[in-house]
């Protein structure tokens, strides 16, 4: 199992949810508004490039478990849904995910899902 974290434009959150529903194997997704600045957005400069005082920009954080057959399509269907071309489109991370507890059940790892 894998955790995919994607930071997204929030004019792009509809779209990426859209798309992982859509989907019928992702089991679900989480999403959190959330502050931050990156390489290009939410870093602000002057005329002669000098850095203006600390700023961050509006992001969303979806998240999703997926089994490790579903990753790749499950990335491309974020980086497809999310992307404008534009600085500040955001980033998709992939985390290992160890075990999985439903806590209603008891159940664990992959018969979680």
């Known amino acids: 199992m ?3 974290k994607a930071i997204i434009r929030p004019t792009r959150l509809d779209v990426v949810l859209r ?4 989907h019928l194997e992702v089991p679900g997704a989480s ?4 502050q931050g600045f ?3 957005f939410g870093r602000e400069t002057t ?3 000098s850095l203006l005082p600390f700023g961050t920009g509006a992001m969303c954080k979806v998240e999703c478990i997926v089994d490790d ?3 790749d399509s499950v990335v491309a269907l974020i980086q497809e849904a999310a992307h404008t071309g534009d600085h500040g489109d955001g980033r998709i ?7 999985m507890v439903t806590i209603r059940t008891g159940q664990r790892a992959t018969a979680a899902l």
Request: no cysteine.
């Open 2 to 4: 894998k955790q995919v």
């Open 47 to 49: 005329e002669d490039g």
């Open 93 to 99: 991370f992939v985390i290992p995910v160890e075990t």
């Open 19 to 22: 798309a992982l529903h859509d």
């Open 69 to 71: 057959e579903l990753l």
């Open 38 to 40: 990156g390489q290009h």
């Open 31 to 34: 999403v959190s508004h959330v």
